[in-house]
């Protein structure tokens, strides 16, 4: 199985900081990266795919980078809304792999 | 607009056994592979399995946890997935979530979610 590891775990930034989240995955999936993002007690919501391609009607405020084993989110300019956490998920192989996820808070 | 709804969820003993619903609107599942994931207390999103498209026979997928004891079915005629969970433990507690997949087999789109507690 592919392991899919974030970093960091938990993230404390301000309205307005330019934030990163760090996706490794144990063995090259090429591109086959997505980036979800999950508010308490909703479901969660797609953000990015193919790694850096923005999902129809996601704030361009949303970035996605890298291929291979390393990939990132980027979040140009935190705003309120964004507080949440994130995950990254792997469909290169089965089974399919989600990161353990990065929670977003206030500082 | 794409709409998916999951019910079914509920309190179960060890050992006792549970079917999902999951109904589609605003696509022909047919045409869709679908997936359950799940999202216990406290942890991070794991995918459960998947169930693929018609032009691929239907065929299935699952996660080493719910091999043997999870069945993923549907019935396009009532544009409606299932998840039949059996033998539960109660590691199985959880939001059950479903979701569309696109060809490429990233989920795009997801349910609200519905609720699995087992316990004694």
């Known amino acids: 199985d592919i392991q899919m590891t974030q970093s960091p775990s938990t993230l404390s930034a301000s309205v307005g900081d330019r934030v990163t989240i760090t996706c490794r995955a144990s063995?090259?999936?090429?591109?086959?990266l997505a980036w979800h993002q999950q508010k308490p007690g909703k479901a969660p919501k797609l953000l990015i795919y193919?790694?850096?391609s923005l999902q129809s009607g996601v704030p361009s405020r949303f970035s996605g980078s890298g291929s291979g084993t390393e990939f990132t989110l980027t979040i140009s300019s935190l705003q309120p809304d964004d507080f949440a956490a994130y995950y990254c998920?792997?469909?290169?192989?089965?089974?399919?792999?989600f990161g353990q996820g990065t929670r977003l808070e206030i500082k | 607009e794409v709409q998916l709804m999951e019910s079914g969820g509920g309190l179960v003993q060890p050992g006792g056994s549970l079917r999902l619903s999951c109904a589609a609107s605003?696509?022909?599942?047919?045409?869709?592979?679908m997936d359950w994931v799940r999202h216990a207390p406290g942890t991070g999103l794991e995918w459960v399995g998947r169930?693929?498209?018609?032009?691929?026979?239907?065929?299935?997928e699952y996660a080493a946890s719910a091999k043997g004891r999870f069945t993923i079915s549907r019935d396009d005629s009532k544009n409606s997935l299932f998840l039949q969970m059996n033998s539960l433990k109660t590691e199985d507690t959880a939001v059950y979530y479903c979701?569309?997949?696109?060809?490429?087999?990233?989920?795009?789109?997801w349910g609200q979610g519905t609720l699995v507690t087992v316990s004694s």
């Open positions: 605003g696509f022909t599942l047919s045409d869709h592979k």
């Open positions: 169930s693929r498209d018609k032009g691929n026979s239907y065929s299935t």
């Open positions: 998920q792997q469909y290169d192989s089965y089974p399919l792999t």
């Open positions: 193919k790694a850096s």
């Open positions: 063995q090259s999936i090429s591109s086959w």
């Open positions: 979701a569309r997949a696109d060809n490429s087999g990233f989920n795009n789109y």
